[in-house]
Nanobody, 118 residues
Framework: QVQLVESGGGLVKPGGSLRLSCTAS????????MSWYRQAPGKERELVAL????????RYVDSVKGRFTISRDNAKRTVYLEMNSLKAEDAAVYFC???????????WGQGTQVTVSS
C-alpha cells in the first residue's frame, strides 16, 4: 500500500521556521522525484520545491528561494522542507508528491497545514 505521510505543520509567527517531513512507504522511494506543493484557500495548488531522484536539479518557486530548502534521506524514505523567514503568504496546506518521470506513477500525501500568524 502506497503512503505519503506529511508532518511538521502548525502555527508559526512571521519570521519563524518550520520543518516539514514526508515519509513514504509502498514504493521504491529512491527512484522517485519528490516535490512539495502548497494550496492556499481560493488559490490553485502550486509547486514549491522539487528534488530529483538522483543528481542535481533542485528547483524552487521564486517566492521561496533563499528561505526554503528541500532535501531527502533515501535511507529514511523521507523528504524534508525546511522553511525559514516565514511570511503570511506562505500559509497554506502543504502536500508532498512523488513521481517517476516520464511515465511512472504519481502519488500524493494528504497534506499538512501551515499557518503563519502573529
Amino acid at each position: 500500500q502506497v503512503q505519503l505521510v506529511e508532518s511538521g505543520g502548525g502555527l508559526v509567527k512571521p519570521g519563524g521556521s518550520l520543518r516539514l517531513s514526508c515519509t513514504a512507504s509502498g514504493f521504491t522511494f529512491s527512484r522517485y522525484r519528490m516535490s512539495w506543493y502548497r494550496q492556499a484557500p481560493g488559490k490553485e495548488r502550486e509547486l514549491v520545491a522539487l528534488i530529483p531522484a538522483t543528481g542535481p536539479g533542485t528547483r524552487y518557486v521564486d517566492s521561496v528561494k533563499g528561505r526554503f530548502t528541500i532535501s531527502r534521506d533515501n535511507a529514511k524514505r523521507t523528504v524534508y522542507l525546511e522553511m525559514n523567514s516565514l511570511k503570511a503568504e506562505d500559509a497554506a496546506v502543504y502536500f508532498c508528491k512523488a513521481d517517476e518521470p516520464p511515465f511512472g506513477a504519481t502519488y500524493w500525501g494528504q497534506g499538512t497545514q501551515v499557518t503563519v500568524s502573529s
